[in-house]
């Protein structure tokens, strides 16, 4: 049971880059949500998805795009790569409904110069 | 909006010690959820515990439990018999009936042999 796979692990953007992140997990969860983890200021809420074809904004959204065709896959687009962007950046997912475990991914390292 | 406080960004204690981390929340809800998540240097996110909020009795997994007290909003979680392996990041998060999981700013906790 692979989990929740992200790639890449890590990558090096210049200024103005776009890339996508991947996120897949393979155990059916509904919901999906990509999380950015900065020093000092703890996991912050992108986007996310309660399934296939929704997606919704979270906290910090721009900069960034993401769509659900899928149940496993939910990638995460950047338009135009910003210094600012430079984060560790979670996938993560769970079975829709109140209090279900989330299962995170283990990490996209991503630095913007 | 729901947000979540850890007031401790850094804590140290011997090992074999008991540490307290504590969590406080914002809500208006009365059905919600709470967790703590560990997040070791690896930086993978693993589920310590989780707390269902109509639930009064505080949840227990082995060395850890909490004290959820609902009238004050406050979450705290206590690590008996601290281990080396405990050193990590620990996240407190809300997450309130079929919506998306809020996180606390974590506490840095070091087990020093």
């Known amino acids: 049971n692979a989990g929740v796979t992200q790639t890449p692990k890590f990558q090096v953007l210049k200024t103005g880059q776009s890339m996508t992140l991947q996120c897949a997990q393979d155990?059916?969860?509904?919901?999906m949500s990509w999380y950015r983890q900065d020093p000092g200021m703890g996991l912050r809420l992108i986007h996310y998805?309660?399934?296939?074809?929704?997606?919704d904004q979270g906290e910090v959204p721009n900069g960034y795009n993401v769509s659900r065709s899928t149940t496993e896959d939910f990638p995460l687009r950047l338009l135009s790569a910003a210094p600012s962007q430079t984060s560790v950046y979670f996938c993560?997912?769970?079975?829709?409904?109140?209090?279900?475990?989330?299962?995170f991914g283990e990490g996209s390292w991503l630095t913007v110069v | 909006a729901q947000t979540v406080t850890q007031s401790q960004p850094e804590m140290s204690v011997q090992e074999a010690e008991t540490v307290t981390l504590s969590c406080t929340y914002d809500?208006?809800?009365?059905?919600?959820?709470l967790f703590w998540y560990k997040q070791p240097p690896s930086r993978q996110m693993i589920l310590v515990i989780r707390?269902?909020?109509?639930?009064?009795q505080n949840a227990t997994e082995n060395r850890f439990s909490v004290n959820f007290q609902k009238a004050a909003k406050s979450f705290s979680l206590k690590i008996s018999d601290s281990q080396l392996g405990d050193t990590a990041m620990y996240f407190c998060?809300?997450?309130?009936?079929?919506?998306?999981?809020?996180f606390g700013k974590g506490t840095r906790l070091h087990i020093l042999p």
């Open positions: 998805s309660v399934g296939a074809g929704i997606t």
């Open positions: 998060a809300f997450m309130k009936r079929n919506d998306k999981i809020i």
């Open positions: 809500t208006s809800e009365n059905n919600y959820y």
């Open positions: 993560a997912s769970s079975y829709r409904g109140a209090g279900n475990t989330i299962y």
């Open positions: 707390q269902e909020a109509y639930k009064q």
């Open positions: 155990m059916n969860h509904e919901y």
